[in-house]
């Protein structure tokens, strides 16, 4: 079985937080992991901010952004569902980025996995995805 992962669960396998536990038990899982390759500038991104708040320091968010790819079985091409991550933003009025995860999961047929709570309470109005909450 597949599982689309968002930024908001895989960042928590590189810093410890809230949620980082039950993440972890992803990885150990028999689902093949997948995302979109737009996951890799989000976490980024989430470990930079950890980095000016002196929560990691450089190495270990170089060392963190190394390693994500490795976390999943598959990085999908962003070119590939840009067109429907778009479509579902403006239906949803909701950010693209994360949309990319809703047409991702919707285009494979599998669930999305995230702590994102806006993302949870927005994809709920699509039909057709499954969601959880990490």
Not at 54 to 63: A, S, T
Not at 83 to 109: G, Q, S, W
């Amino acid at each position: 079985m597949s599982l689309i992962v968002d930024a908001s669960v895989a960042v928590k396998w590189l810093s410890e937080e809230p949620g980082s536990a039950q993440a972890e038990v992803l990885l150990a899982g028999v689902d093949d992991l997948i995302a979109p390759e737009l996951v890799l500038a989000e976490i980024g991104n989430a470990l930079w901010k950890k980095a000016v708040a002196r929560i990691l320091d450089r190495r270990q968010m170089l060392d963190g952004i190394q390693r994500v790819p490795a976390f999943f079985d598959r990085l999908v091409p962003v070119p590939e569902i840009a067109t429907r991550a778009t479509e579902i933003a403006l239906d949803l009025r909701h950010p693209v980025y994360d949309c990319f995860y809703l047409a991702l999961a919707e285009r494979e047929r599998c669930s999305l996995i995230t702590a994102d709570k806006r993302l949870l309470s927005v994809a709920k109005k699509m039909k057709g995805i499954e969601v959880q909450k990490l």
